[in-house]
């Protein structure tokens, strides 16, 4: 630290010179602290830059070229916590030989479940998903995993199409855990690797020195889950490895796009994968589990609603958010199963949602049926947000007695019977079908939108509830229609 006298000489002065004295602060390589507008800062900066606090890990906030703090939104573009026994396919696709894949909430997915240590054996998991670096909006994919590498073995995951065994990924960006325990980033490009360096140790502990290639064949490594994060930005990609449970980075790496590449890779967009291989016969078989991963594009000056980002993540009204089943009574080709009305159990199973009805006219009466009798997945809550009913008479002409059909919903209720009281319930309207309304005879829709939207927690009921106070019964009368159960997961 120099002292300054800024009002005589501007000179230097020693300890004990007189006159008014001034600081200018340096960092531990000498550069200044002071920086003047668009002065360059050198490689080993030390200067007191913003920076805010991510764990326990101060990172430095960045700006754009000309000085414009970023303060961007994440977009959520894949997540998921891979829980239940079946992987959700809307979201995943499933190659491998040999190996196999297996999955359980208490386990994550297991991509070498079957402990095979054949040679050419792979397993690779890859996301129907498709995602494009656009410039200046880094993707970043994060995964918590734990996995175990063996000579003879190899592993990889990032952004990219592999082709089986092979090891060079086409075109994409992704870590490599090769046999030795080293971990590695690597660039490729139609074939060809155009940047690939070892992830650097930030730790002096379990076998590895700050500043050398991390290793991760220590038992505390392959026992345990770490956080892995890789992030894509327009000239680098960034590699980190945390442990959460001293939320110390234990290994970093930022790899460039160097100057002789055209671009970062040859593709417009490319799915998420993870990859094992067996490359020859190991001793052992590898281990690979994720038990959480999320993709997300960042530095979004835009802000998504809460129904487009339950879009974008695969939990719309449409499909079980676990498992990507469709949730509606909707067979190809075919008309509904007729409904067996009653009040204790749901005339379709409790896995449909909504969708085709039809039922033949019963007696008036003041049952009230479950015709719909749906149980939100384990693990999820419904979002209700409306609901449409369109009803049509089918088979014959109205006879002797109008049809009045009035409808409700119930939510929340603990079993699908309407006799259980835990069930909040709503009227939504009534339809009718007069003497003589011929066969093709429409009722009037009824469609209700909930001002403020209803909640159904999960493993609860969602039933639509039927009563026919005015009708006859009559077999070769069938009412048909759509019931539509609009919202969405969160």
Excluded at 449 to 460: A, L, R
């Amino acid at each position: 630290m120099a002292l300054f006298d800024f009002l005589n000489t501007g000179q230097a002065k020693g300890d004990s010179a007189l006159g008014n004295l001034w600081v200018r602060l340096k960092d531990a390589f000498g550069n200044g602290i002071g920086k003047q507008h668009r002065e360059l800062i050198p490689s080993n900066q030390e200067a007191l830059l913003m920076a805010g606090k991510n764990d326990q890990v101060a990172t430095i906030l960045r700006t754009d070229r000309k000085g414009n703090l970023i303060t961007g939104n994440y977009i959520p573009e894949l997540y998921d916590q891979f829980e239940g026994a079946t992987l959700n396919a809307r979201k995943w696709t499933q190659v491998f030989f040999t190996f196999t894949q297996a999955m359980g909430t208490l386990t994550g997915i297991n991509l070498t479940s079957n402990a095979i240590t054949t040679s050419g054996a792979y397993s690779t998991l890859l996301s129907q998903r498709l995602f494009q670096k656009i410039p200046r909006v880094p993707l970043q994919v994060k995964q918590r995993l734990r996995h175990t590498l063996l000579a003879n073995s190899f592993a990889d995951f990032g952004f990219g199409i592999p082709t089986t065994t092979t090891l060079i990924v086409p075109n994409g960006v992704c870590f490599r855990m090769i046999s030795s325990g080293v971990l590695q980033g690597a660039i490729t490009y139609n074939g060809v690797t155009i940047a690939i360096d070892s992830i650097i140790s930030q730790v002096a502990s379990n076998g590895n020195t700050i500043g050398q290639p991390l290793n991760m064949s220590n038992s505390y490594y392959t026992s345990n889950y770490f956080v892995y994060d890789l992030i894509i930005d327009d000239d680098n990609a960034v590699f980190t490895i945390q442990d959460t449970q001293t939320s110390e980075f234990i290994g970093v790496l930022s790899l460039p796009v160097p100057n002789s590449a055209i671009k970062m890779f040859g593709a417009t967009s490319l799915p998420q994968y993870s990859r094992v291989v067996n490359s020859g016969v190991p001793t052992a078989s590898p281990i690979f589990i994720i038990s959480e991963m999320q993709v997300l594009s960042t530095d979004w000056n835009v802000s998504m609603s809460a129904s487009e980002v339950a879009g974008n993540l695969g939990m719309s009204q449409g499909s079980n958010p676990y498992t990507g089943a469709s949730l509606a009574n909707f067979q190809n080709s075919t008309a509904p199963v007729s409904a067996t009305l009653s009040n204790t159990a749901g005339s379709y199973a409790v896995t449909i949602k909504d969708g085709k009805f039809q039922f033949a006219a019963v007696a008036g009466s003041e049952t009230h049926y479950a015709l719909f009798g749906w149980q939100v997945p384990t693990g999820a809550k419904f979002l209700i947000e409306g609901i449409r009913i369109e009803t049509y008479n089918t088979g014959t002409a109205v006879a002797t007695t109008a049809t009045l059909l009035e409808w409700g919903i119930g939510i929340n209720g603990s079993a699908v019977t309407l006799a259980n009281a835990g069930f909040i319930k709503l009227n939504l309207g009534v339809q009718s079908f007069a003497v003589g309304d011929p066969v093709g005879k429409q009722a009037t829709v009824i469609d209700v939108d909930f001002k403020t939207p209803e909640v159904c927690e999960s493993g609860k009921f969602i039933n639509l509830i039927l009563n026919v106070p005015i009708g006859t019964a009559t077999a070769s009368q069938i009412i048909r229609g759509i019931y539509t159960l609009k919202g969405r997961f969160i």
